[in-house]
C-alpha cells in the first residue's frame, strides 16, 4: 500500500523505492529526512499553485538535491548542485526515462540554490526549489496548513536542523571553495571560516586580460 503524509502519496514504484535506498545509505539522517520533506513541501506548495506534476520525477529531484554534499557522491571540482543533477539524469535515464525528463530533473537540482529562475521552468524543476525554499529558508509556510506541516515534521523530524544543515552545507563545499563563486554557498563558508576569501565580480571584471 502506497505511503501518504498530509495528503502526499509517495509512489509505490521500483524507480522511487531504489531513490529511497541509494540516498538513504549516502546520507546522513538528517540530509535524508530534510530531502523527503523536501518532496513534500514541494508537492503542497505545487497544489497550492495548480501545478501538475510527474510525482516519481519530482521525488528524485528532492531526494538527490543535496546528494553532492555527501562523502560518496561529492567531487572537488565542481558545484555539489551539479553533482547531484549528474547522479540524477543517470539513474533517471537507467530506468527509462526520457532525456527530456531526465534533462528537466537535472535542472532542478542545479539550480535549487538560484533564486526565481527554477520557478519559471518546468513544474518538475520548479517543484524542487519550492520544497527547498519551504524547508530551508521558511518561505511561504503559511501556504501549508499547520496540521499538514505536522503531519510532515512527525514523519520526518527536524531536530537542531537549521544547524546540521549549515555544517552539511559546509563539509560538502570547504574542500572546493572555488565553486561557490556567483552563489549564496559562499555565506556558508564565510560563516565557518573567518579566513575565506570571496571571489569578487566587480574586481573580475576590472583586472581582467582585456587592456582597456
Request: negative net charge.
Amino acid at each position: 500500500m502506497p505511503e501518504s503524509i498530509a495528503g502526499i502519496t509517495i509512489p509505490d514504484t521500483a524507480l522511487v523505492h531504489e531513490a529511497t535506498e541509494l540516498v538513504r545509505k549516502a546520507a546522513e539522517d538528517h540530509v535524508f529526512h530534510h530531502s523527503r520533506r523536501v518532496f513534500l513541501w514541494g508537492m503542497l506548495k505545487a497544489q497550492h499553485r495548480g501545478l501538475t506534476i510527474d510525482p516519481e520525477l519530482a521525488y528524485v529531484g528532492s531526494l538527490f538535491h543535496d546528494l553532492g554534499l555527501t562523502q560518496k557522491y561529492r567531487t572537488t571540482t565542481r558545484r555539489f548542485e551539479i553533482d547531484g543533477a549528474e547522479e540524477a539524469y543517470a539513474f533517471l535515464r537507467r530506468h527509462g526515462r526520457s532525456e527530456t525528463e531526465a534533462r528537466n530533473v537535472w535542472l532542478a537540482i542545479a539550480l535549487h540554490t538560484t533564486p526565481e529562475v527554477p520557478l519559471a521552468l518546468a513544474p518538475e524543476v520548479a517543484v524542487v526549489t519550492l520544497g527547498v525554499e519551504t524547508d530551508v529558508l521558511g518561505f511561504d509556510l503559511d501556504q501549508i496548513s499547520q496540521a499538514d506541516r505536522d503531519a510532515v515534521v512527525a514523519a520526518h523530524p527536524r531536530p537542531d536542523f537549521k544547524n546540521r544543515i549549515l555544517q552539511s552545507f559546509n563539509s560538502g563545499m570547504e574542500e572546493r571553495p572555488a565553486t561557490t563563486f556567483g552563489t549564496m554557498n559562499d555565506d556558508v563558508l564565510a560563516h565557518f571560516d573567518p579566513n575565506f576569501q570571496r571571489e569578487n565580480f566587480v574586481s573580475i571584471i576590472q583586472n581582467n586580460a582585456w587592456p582597456e
